[in-house]
């Protein structure tokens, strides 16, 4: 969630990705600072969690042994477990 949630604050420019602050120039002088978004952590956990048990469902519709039925169990918790953490 920490990390998720980071935003940079700039006082004069707006970045596309503002939640990875390693992105853009930083300025020498310190006018931006990291923030942080708890609504924006929120959402990106969300998002993240919802394509991990994608990925479960489509590992189930493959058929393609115990192997991978095993893998999608576990994807399966880890999304779950993304979700209920939150």
Do not use: W
Not at 25 to 51: C, P, T, V, Y
């Amino acid at each position: 969630m920490k990390y998720l949630g980071r935003i940079r604050v700039q006082r004069n420019r707006k970045s596309i990705l503002s939640f990875v602050p390693a992105v853009g120039k930083s300025n020498a002088f310190g006018s931006d600072d990291i923030g942080h978004s708890e609504s924006q952590a929120r959402f990106l956990l969300l998002a993240l969690a919802s394509i991990i048990h994608a990925m479960y469902f489509i590992m189930m519709a493959s058929k393609s042994g115990f192997p991978v039925m095993f893998l999608a169990y576990i994807l399966s918790a880890f999304s779950r477990a993304l979700l209920t953490g939150m």
